[in-house]
């Protein structure tokens, strides 16, 4: 009792110490080729990780200044985001056309590549589409009077 | 040589150290979310919601997890669109669980391999197929939000964010394995059949152009992963926790019963009008909603144009609750939702008036279709009485007609202005007298039943005509039943529905004290307020009675042969449309026997109505509708007469007298006076009852004996 009182006194640094413990561990085990390692550090950093989440979120809230850096940089965080989550996707199935007009300048294309490129089209324009959708939607719930547009606007539309 | 892979392929040092490390995040983030919630629902009252573990299990396997409640035949789409993103992100969850056992603890700890040969191809079957019914479900639900929009239904940019987050992780996921193939040329690589193609098309690029774009998207696929799991508890992703959690700990006991206020002379705070009133079970149920506007399908006033839709009111709850609580919610802005911030953000704003307005509170019929449908378990209609508890006891501002109501059912012992005396004057219209249940007590006599007549039954010109066709019925069947005349008072049904608890206690005590007085045990009500009341109220008091519906005992009788029916009936004939009461059917769950009585009339054809049974649609009568004025919308009663009127029915059976002078006023309100007229199953089985009197005729027409 006496053990875990203390342990749930000191979590959050229990938290930290978890997750840089892990961390070292990960990193050792890499380098030395020990594969055991891989479970110990994914254990250790997902209990630092869970740790500091509870030690936080049971605390009083006090979220203005989360809110704050939000709505300062949540526009472009969101952009960043999304460039970095679809533009190597949509290369690589970009990289799929490119790859078929190879073949075909080669004179080696058959069904299956062009179903390949059909897959691939078809990924491509879903994942533009919805991430386009998706990313106007967060624009306009991000901004003020976007939120009175998606929002209220909405509201009204089916009042 | 065997089928199998490199896991990690391709991946260099520092991602192999960044894939564990970054573990840290999601856990976090979602930790957080999920303690900040548990923070949240802890501040709520206490309520017992952890009897019967197994049931409450099994329920959450079947309900939520297997889609019972999810998968329905009238929302096929949504349903089938939901089970598929669930389903394929789950197998593609556990298929990544395997990866990561095989790869961190079967071979590294035991040198065990499982994830080649047989095993490894049927997996990659599975992934491929799981991948793109995570696509096919996330393309649906874009279509249903884009194009379909149901009037039911409302979308956010937090749902599209969480779809888009889907659907580029399952793509990635196919372009990883695409790129790994191009490269590898695995002769088994048909067995993954939707990259296998793909990285046909991409072979002939140059290897070192693959690599390089597989390390790129596999940086990628990290990322979103990552951002995404840390996203979860923020968004509507959260749901598979606090929706499983809402129907773990859904209500249990009969959705017909109210909680009564105890200790009610002696509670601090009457009803519901803050946080700190609301139970923990409540708080989570509200946190659960995921907006999917099921509550709206079969719900009147949402229907009918009023300001109430029990989706918005969670949702203003919701919004409510996350800012007084502290959690984080809706980050994405205002326009996250519409209803959740109809009245504006802020936790200063107050709950009833700031955020929920009094006209939802007062517009609803109580009908429970809401709660019905919702695939969560939400329970809107105690949130909405107890709301109506505090507007009542608390403030005393309730709609004007309710003064009169409370008044009467304080001095007279029923909603309406007619002495306890007149209770049972109907009982003069009937060729053989009725015993009052005080002289059957002193003869030393017993009864069958009690026959629990109901205020309007009693009093209301209209629906005396169902009490003394459910007489002539018992009596023509031989059963011995009393009534309590004019020691009969109100139930407390009315009043505790708008909120009166204290009177509604009242009511009830004195109705139990009566009945275990007269020491009654069986009781026959054609009244589903009164049986919903004493079947599933009453035993809070100390009354435990067993009760049936008049639609129950008729069609008992009708089957054990005690009365007989004439082929040609007086009353009707032809089709004839059932309408479900609320408080019978859906929460009492009495569908089959007035559809046998009705069945079982000589010459008439039942003909259903598009909503029927659990998914009925209230007359606009429950909830103390029936005693206030209708002033928004279209008018309840209206739209119902005008879906029996599209059947072609020329008789829309009732079995409740709330219905029956709802549909009265409906029928001439739809101008319908000539084309449909509504009648108690009592009185269409009465109409075309074979009395002794008919039996006596057909005897000496046949020469025979009349029967004794």
């Given at each position: 009792m006496t053990t875990l009182t203390t342990l749930w006194r000191h979590i959050t640094e229990f938290g930290w110490l978890a997750i840089v413990l892990g961390i070292a561990t990960i990193v050792a085990g890499e380098l030395v080729g020990w594969g055991g390692a891989r479970l110990v550090a994914a254990a250790l950093v997902s209990a630092g990780g869970l740790a500091l989440g509870i030690s936080y979120g049971i605390r009083e809230p006090g979220r203005r200044r989360v809110r704050g850096w939000l709505a300062r940089y949540g526009r472009a965080l969101v952009w960043l985001l999304a460039a970095l989550i679809t533009l190597p996707a949509a290369l690589a199935l970009g990289a799929a056309a490119i790859g078929s007009v190879v073949l075909v300048s080669h004179g080696s294309i058959d069904a299956m590549p062009l179903a390949g490129l059909a897959v691939a089209a078809g990924m491509l324009t879903a994942m533009t589409a919805v991430a386009f959708v998706a990313l106007r939607a967060t624009r306009a719930a991000l901004s003020k009077d976007g939120a009175r547009q998606v929002g209220v606007d909405t509201w009204e539309r089916r009042s | 040589m065997i089928p199998t892979r490199e896991i990690t392929w391709n991946v260099d040092l520092i991602g192999r150290v960044a894939l564990y490390a970054l573990l840290a995040l999601p856990a976090g983030f979602l930790a957080f979310g999920l303690a900040r919630r548990a923070r949240m629902w802890r501040l709520g009252q206490p309520d017992d919601r952890f009897d019967r573990l197994p049931s409450r299990l099994w329920g959450a396997l079947v309900q939520g997890i297997l889609h019972a409640r999810i998968v329905r035949r009238r929302n096929l789409y949504g349903g089938v669109m939901h089970a598929l993103v669930f389903w394929g992100f789950v197998i593609l969850f556990i298929g990544t669980v395997i990866v990561m056992v095989e790869h961190d603890v079967a071979v590294p700890l035991f040198g065990l391999s499982f994830y080649r040969g047989n095993f490894y191809l049927g997996f990659k079957l599975a992934m491929n197929l799981a991948g793109l019914m995570l696509i096919a479900g996330v393309l649906m639900a874009f279509a249903r939000r884009l194009m379909l929009q149901p009037a039911t239904f409302e979308s956010s940019a937090d749902d599209l964010v969480v779809l888009a987050f889907l659907l580029v992780l399952s793509v990635q996921g196919f372009i990883l394995q695409a790129l790994r193939l191009a490269v590898e040329r695995d002769p088994w690589a048909p067995w993954s059949f939707v990259s296998y193609p793909m990285s046909l098309a991409l072979q002939s690029l140059p290897e070192r152009w693959l690599r390089g774009l597989h390390l790129v998207n596999w940086w990628s696929h990290t990322l979103t992963t990552t951002v995404f799991l840390a996203y979860v508890a923020y968004s509507k992703m959260i749901h598979p926790f606090t929706g499983l959690a809402s129907v773990v700990f859904r209500r249990l006991r009969p959705p017909g019963r109210l909680d009564p206020i105890e200790n009610l002379e002696e509670a601090n705070r009457l009803g519901i009008a803050g946080l700190e009133d609301f139970t923990w079970a409540q708080l989570l149920q509200v946190d659960a909603c995921m907006h999917c506007g099921r509550c709206l399908e079969y719900c009147p006033t949402f229907r009918t144009g009023k300001p109430l839709r029990p989706r918005d009111l969670i949702l203003e709850v919701a919004g409510y609750v996350a800012d007084r609580g502290g959690i984080f919610s809706g980050e994405l802005g205002q326009g996250m939702n519409a209803a959740r911030f109809r009245w504006g953000a802020g936790a200063e704003r107050e709950l009833i008036g700031g955020v929920v307005s009094t006209e939802e509170i007062w517009d609803c019929t109580t009908c429970g279709a809401c709660m019905e449908q919702c695939p969560v378990y939400i329970e809107h209609v105690p949130l909405i009485v107890g709301m109506r508890r505090n507007l009542v006891l608390e403030r005393s501002e309730f709609p004007g007609e309710l003064t009169a109501v409370f008044t009467n059912l304080e001095r007279l012992g029923s909603p309406y202005q007619f002495r306890p005396a007149q209770r049972a004057d109907w009982t003069r219209k009937l060729e053989h007298p009725v015993p009052e249940m005080a002289e059957v007590v002193a003869s030393g006599e017993d009864v069958d039943y009690l026959l629990w007549v109901g205020c309007l039954g009693s009093f209301d010109g209209r629906n005396q005509r169902t009490t003394i066709a459910l007489a002539r019925i018992l009596q023509a069947a031989g059963i011995r039943f009393a009534i309590l005349g004019r020691e009969e008072t109100c139930t407390g049904d009315p009043a505790r529905r708008v909120g009166n608890e204290y009177l509604a206690q009242l009511l009830a005590q004195q109705a139990v004290e009566t009945l275990n007085a007269c020491q009654v045990r069986k009781i026959v009500t054609t009244c589903p307020h009164c049986f919903n009341a004493i079947r599933n109220e009453f035993p809070q008091l100390g009354g435990h009675y067993e009760v049936v519906h008049h639609s129950q005992l008729i069609s008992t009788l009708l089957a054990e042969g005690r009365i007989r029916l004439q082929s040609g009936s007086a009353v009707a004939q032809g089709k004839v449309t059932y309408h479900d009461p609320c408080y019978l059917g859906r929460y009492n769950r009495v569908f089959d026997e007035p559809r046998a009585a009705l069945s079982a009339l000589p010459g008439i054809q039942l003909a259903e109505m598009?909503?029927?049974?659990?998914r009925s649609f209230c007359c606009g009568g429950g909830g103390g509708r029936m005693f206030m004025e209708e002033t928004r919308g279209q008018r309840i009663n209206q739209a119902r007469v005008r879906e029996a009127l599209e059947t072609g029915a020329e008789v829309l059976a009732a079995a409740c007298p709330f219905c029956m002078t709802m549909f009265e006023d409906g029928i001439r309100g739809a101008g319908a006076e000539g084309s449909l007229q509504v009648l108690d199953i009592a009185e269409l089985v009465a109409g075309a009852l074979v009395t002794p009197r008919d039996d006596s005729r057909a005897a000496a027409g046949a020469g025979l004996e009349p029967p004794a």
């Open positions: - | 598009p909503r029927n049974r659990s």
